[in-house]
């Protein structure tokens, strides 16, 4: 059984920096893609950052240049650093393993102005 969970999230004025992490179980790092997605109020969810089985990321455009995924695989754990925070940044941010349709329950990020 794949378990993902969240943590990092928090409140951070507007250029800073926060780094989530995403501790897994019952999932081999590297043999699946992994990602993130964010949800913000009254929006659907929404496509960050992916890590392909070979290291390969790809971000959504207002991310770009900004948020940086990767993995650790001896701590079964992927991160997303966050640097140079909006407010429109502000949502629930979650950890998924997309293609074994696995999501964790999400850790707020708030960036205020």
């Known amino acids: 059984q794949v378990r993902l969970m969240e943590s990092g999230g928090g409140l951070v004025q507007a250029g800073g920096s926060l780094r989530l992490s995403c501790t897994t179980s019952g999932i081999i790092l590297g043999t699946t893609v992994m990602g993130w997605y964010r949800q913000a109020p009254g929006k659907q969810r929404e496509f960050v950052a992916t890590?392909?089985?070979?290291?390969?990321?790809n971000y959504a455009d207002p991310v770009k240049g900004r948020f940086a995924i990767y993995r650790d695989s001896a701590k079964n754990t992927v991160y997303l650093e966050m640097n140079g925070l909006k407010p429109e940044d502000t949502a629930v941010y979650y950890c998924?393993?997309?293609?074994?349709?696995?999501w964790g329950q999400g850790t707020q990020v708030t960036v205020s102005s």
């Open positions: 890590i392909t089985t070979g290291g390969i990321t």
């Open positions: 998924a393993a997309p293609h074994r349709d696995s």
